[in-house]
């Protein structure tokens, strides 16, 4: 008995420390540990929880990853509808809000509140004695879908929020995809040759909505909170912005660039600095959003047709432009699809000249009715590849040519096709040089083998010497052929040679996601390297062997044994083998890391140290096989005790965990790297 009460407090413990962790990560964005430091701490109550299914709470951090697939999202009843916003599309229509609002308080003064207008899908979360029970989209605006699981996966949501938060009350926010995710998930789509989104908000809204929550787990979803929806049981304050400090007080994420204004020309010149400084923000930001602060005037003013009379949504002016489609490219990816883009007339739209747009495939290019000649409309947002939206029909001349794809590859000559439903057009040729380029350069890239120092232009450059006909003959290369290239001196010749030679030894991850099989992106690929510890193993499964993989469906299986049957792929592999590319997991290290002098030594440091700053220390300690933790517990080995110690050192003390002063943490880091050099 006394030992479940140990357990639930060392559970309850590690709940507290790592909520407070992923509020320094998630919302303040500022982390106190490392990543490494955090899967511990996630690892040691995972585990706990495991052993002691009984002690699992809904709040628990662990739940946030995604649960089984639901049938279909519940209703949600709003008890209080969630309004939309009526818009203001210059000054003048702001300032006619602004009178307006005046007149209705009978020239009252109010103030102001301006921020950002976020471009995401709304959500309403209600809290319950302190814990999150739904999470809900807008819907109409009186019942929207009940998406809790999913929000529940995105880590600046509170799980739960502190005893002094009303017993009752519903928040709403903006769920949205910070820029770089948004760039980070199409390419990952592009590389996986699944549809692109078109906009961040379409790629939030598509990944809160997902049946399956582990999907949404997986995308970088972030959230800020711009108001309050209702509160029972307790008094909140009176006006909007003490209502934001206090939502931020109970471990809400709030946009920082929230502001309180006096004026009409205030808000005016709040608009105007997003305007011109809108790209620099890490999300898309279509407008601000201008508001009553007063809560009792908010009430006095009321809402009109879904809209509420005391805010107003001050629109960013449209970064479009206007330019003539001049010729449809085409390029051919890696895996054969032809890719169609768009050859513009150079025009600057929002500070940026833009010559080429993208067209996703020729039924998109149909059914916007874009043709060859075309006046069209261009539009940029943030780092997005620019798109046309739409044709000027009015300017058509008659001259204006419709697009058909071509029946033959624009590179090799040979026939394309279009497999049952898929969107793309593909060039049936395996050897089409333009794929096996493609392949190489993406084999070099950054998540696949990551050789540095070959980029594109090199692969380029080699690929039309001749030198490198697939990716293995890099590692066939030798000195004297790269110095042959133009602009290549000794030493760079000799760091890409050690780069090449570095990366036989990358992960089987890395191999599987560096050989290119259609559909196999870096999570597949890690997949695969958990269920198969070598190449050879996976390229011998069946399709039926391979749809027994949770997660991997039936079109993926397919792909991957499509791609071990053609001859040109095992040679590839043979040639990757015999250069000393290691094709199997990785389970020589393993073995020797416990044969590390501090393997199975967990060290915490506390105090400032002299010699090294702390990850560095860490960064030691690891290499000698030991582990750096942030928590003292049985479970540490020694406690190393810097200038100015923390608490860390008191709960040594109490727990009789041994202490290293600076001077003796340096002894034993040299024995064990005197060790450690014996041993190798
Ligand atoms: S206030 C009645 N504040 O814009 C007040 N909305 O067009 C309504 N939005 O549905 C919301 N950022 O999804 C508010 N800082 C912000 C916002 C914001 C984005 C969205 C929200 C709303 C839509 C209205």
Redesign the pocket.
């Known amino acids: 008995m006394r030992d479940v009460n140990k357990v639930k407090k060392r559970i309850e413990e590690l709940r507290e420390i790592i909520n407070y962790h992923n509020y320094r990560y998630y919302v303040l964005d500022s982390p106190e540990i490392s990543d490494a430091e955090y899967d511990e701490l996630m690892r040691e109550l995972r585990q706990l929880e495991a052993e002691h299914p009984e002690l699992v709470t809904p709040d628990s951090p662990t739940q946030r990853i995604g649960a089984p697939p639901v049938e279909a999202f519940g209703v949600v009843e709003h008890p209080q509808p969630?309004?939309?916003?009526a818009n203001a599309f210059s000054y003048e229509e702001l300032a006619a809000w602004h009178k307006r609002v005046s007149n209705l308080l009978g020239g009252r003064q109010f103030d102001l509140v301006c921020?950002?207008?976020?471009?995401?899908?709304?959500v309403a979360l209600t809290y319950v004695d302190g814990l999150l029970v739904t999470g809900a989209t807008?819907g109409d605006g009186y019942r929207g879908e009940n998406i809790t699981q999913n929000l529940r996966t995105i880590r600046s949501i509170p799980l739960s929020v502190p005893g002094e938060a009303p017993p009752r009350f519903e928040v709403?926010g903006?769920v949205y995809l910070p820029k770089a995710g948004f760039k980070k998930l199409n390419e990952e789509r592009a590389k996986e040759e699944l549809p692109l989104f078109a906009n961040p908000r379409n790629a939030a809204a598509g990944s809160v909505r997902q049946l399956d929550s582990s999907i949404t787990a997986r995308r970088p979803l972030d959230i800020?909170i711009?108001?309050l929806g209702w509160a029972e049981g307790k008094a909140v304050p009176n006006t909007h912005w003490e209502i934001m400090q206090y939502l931020k007080s109970l471990g809400f994420k709030i946009?920082p660039n929230i502001a309180l204004r006096r004026s009409l020309d205030e808000a005016e010149k709040y608009h105007q600095s997003w305007v011109e400084s809108r790209e620099k923000f890490p999300y898309e930001a279509d407008g601000i959003?201008v508001?009553v602060n007063s809560i009792a005037l908010q009430q006095e003013l009321g809402t009109v047709a879904h809209e509420?009379r005391w805010?107003i949504?001050y629109k960013f002016p449209a970064i479009q432009g206007t330019t003539k489609l001049i010729d449809i490219g085409i390029n051919v990816g890696r895996t054969g699809s032809l890719n169609p883009y768009a050859i513009l007339e150079p025009v600057r739209v929002g500070g940026v000249v833009i010559s080429s747009a993208a067209l996703h495939n020729e039924e998109d290019i149909h059914r916007k009715d874009i043709r060859i000649g075309d006046w069209v409309v261009v539009q940029r947002a943030g780092d997005v590849i620019p798109e046309i939206v739409e044709p000027i029909v009015s300017r058509r001349t008659g001259k204006e040519k419709i697009f058909s794809m071509p029946g033959r590859c624009p590179v090799c000559g040979s026939e394309v096709i279009k497999p049952e439903g898929e969107a793309m057009h593909r060039c049936t040729n395996a050897a089409c040089p333009s794929q096996a380029l493609e392949r190489i350069k993406h084999f070099v890239s950054r998540g696949a083998m990551d050789i540095d120092g070959v980029g594109e232009k090199l692969c380029q450059a080699l690929f039309e010497a001749g030198l490198v006909k697939d990716a293995a003959d890099l590692y066939y290369l030798s000195k004297e052929q790269l110095l042959d290239l133009e602009r290549m001196a000794d030493k760079s010749a000799s760091n890409v040679l050690n780069s090449i030679a570095e990366s036989k030894d990358r992960s089987l991850a890395r191999v599987i996601f560096a050989l290119g099989i259609l559909h196999v992106g870096e999570q597949y690929a890690e997949l695969l390297a958990e269920q198969f510890h070598s190449i050879d193993q996976m390229a011998e499964a069946s399709q039926e062997d391979l749809s027994t993989i949770p997660s991997i469906g039936p079109k993926i299986a397919e792909s991957i044994v499509a791609f071990f049957r053609q001859k040109g792929n095992r040679q590839i592999i043979e040639k990757l083998r015999k250069a000393g590319v290691r094709l199997e997991r990785e389970k020589v290290k393993e073995a020797q890391s416990k044969e590390l002098p501090l393997a199975g030594k967990e060290f915490v440091l506390t105090g400032k140290l002299e010699s090294f700053s702390r990850p560095e220390a860490e960064a030691k300690i690891k290499a000698l096989g030991g582990k750096a933790g942030s928590d003292v517990t049985r479970k540490t080995s020694y406690v190393v005790v810097g200038t100015d110690p923390g608490s860390k050192l008191a709960k040594a003390e109490k727990l009789g965990i041994k202490t290293l002063s600076q001077a003796e943490f340096l002894e034993l880091l040299d024995k064990a790297g005197g060790k450690l050099q014996k041993l190798s």
């Open positions: 969630l309004l939309s916003l921020e950002p207008k976020i471009d995401g899908l709304a807008r709403r903006e800020f711009y108001g946009n959003v508001k509420p805010a949504a």
